[in-house]
C-alpha cells in the first residue's frame, strides 16, 4: 500500500513537471515533439475554426445591423422623391417618382436579406456550441492524457539514468515506470486518433453547412427586379434626342 502511495506520488511529481515545461515554454524533447506533428496540425486546424466561427458571427452582427440601417435610410430618401416628384408636373418629376419607387422597393429587397442571415447566425451558433464544444472538450482530455504520457517519459528518463541492471530492486522500479508509458501512451493515442478524427469531421461538417444554408443568400431572384428596375431608371434618365 505505501508502494502504491509512492508510485502515486510520483506520477503527480512527473505530470507537474511537465505541466511546468510546458506553460514555461522551456524546451522539450525534440523526438517526442517531433512524433506529435499531425496532432499539432490538427489542432491548428481546429483553433482556426473555433476563432473564425466566432468572427463570423460577429461581422454578420454587424451586416444585418448595417443592412436595417441603409434600407431605413433608404427607404427615407424614396419617399421624399416620390413625394416631390408627385408635385413636379415635368419630366424630371416623374424621374423623380420612378427613382423614389426604386428606392423604396430596393429597400424592401434588402430588409428581406435579414431572413437568410438569421438562419446563418443560428446555425453557426449552434454548430458552435455543439459540435465545436463537443471537438474541444475531446482536446482538453486529450492535452491531459498528453502531459501525463510525458511526463511518464520524463520519469522513465531520470530512472533510466541511475539504471543499474545488477540490481534488482532498480530493475524493479524501472519496469513499473515502464509499464505506466505504456498505459498513458495506450490512452493518449487513443485521444489522440479521437481529435484527429473529429477535426476533420468539423471541417467537413462547417463546410456543408455554409454551402447549404448560404444557397438561400445567395439565390435571390427578387434582387433581379430591384436591378431591372434602376436598369429602367438609367435609361429614362438619359437625355432625349434632339
Known amino acids: 500500500q505505501d508502494s502504491s502511495v509512492v508510485n502515486k506520488f510520483q506520477q503527480k511529481y512527473w505530470k507537474t513537471k511537465q505541466t511546468l515545461i510546458k506553460v514555461t515554454g522551456k524546451k522539450q524533447d525534440e ?59 415635368t419630366r424630371a418629376g416623374k424621374i423623380m417618382q420612378a427613382t423614389g419607387k426604386a428606392l423604396c422597393f430596393s429597400s424592401q429587397q434588402r430588409l428581406a436579406l435579414r431572413t437568410p442571415l438569421c438562419r446563418l447566425y443560428q446555425e453557426v451558433e449552434t454548430f458552435r456550441y455543439r459540435a465545436i464544444s463537443d471537438t474541444w472538450l475531446t482536446v482538453n482530455r486529450m492535452e491531459q492524457s498528453r502531459t501525463e504520457y510525458r511526463g511518464a517519459l520524463l520519469w522513465m528518463k531520470d530512472v533510466s539514468q541511475e539504471l543499474d541492471p ?57 434582387w433581379q427586379l430591384s436591378v431591372l428596375q434602376l436598369e429602367l431608371l438609367t435609361c429614362a434618365c438619359l437625355p432625349l434626342p434632339t
Open 31 to 89: 523526438h517526442v515533439v517531433a512524433s506529435d506533428a499531425d496532432l499539432d496540425a490538427k489542432l491548428e486546424v481546429f483553433h482556426s475554426i473555433q476563432r473564425t466561427c466566432m468572427e463570423l458571427l460577429k461581422v454578420i452582427e454587424q451586416y444585418q445591423r448595417r443592412i436595417c440601417f441603409l434600407s431605413q435610410e433608404e427607404n427615407e430618401l424614396g419617399r421624399f422623391l416620390r413625394s416631390q416628384g408627385s408635385q413636379d408636373k
Open 166 to 222: 545488477d540490481t534488482h530492486k532498480q530493475m524493479e522500479k524501472f519496469r513499473k515506470v515502464q509499464a505506466q508509458v505504456r498505459t498513458t501512451k495506450t490512452s493518449f493515442d487513443k485521444l489522440k486518433n479521437d481529435v484527429c478524427q473529429k477535426v476533420d469531421m468539423l471541417g467537413a461538417s462547417r463546410c456543408n453547412l455554409l454551402s447549404h444554408v448560404l444557397t438561400t443568400y445567395q439565390v435571390n431572384h427578387k
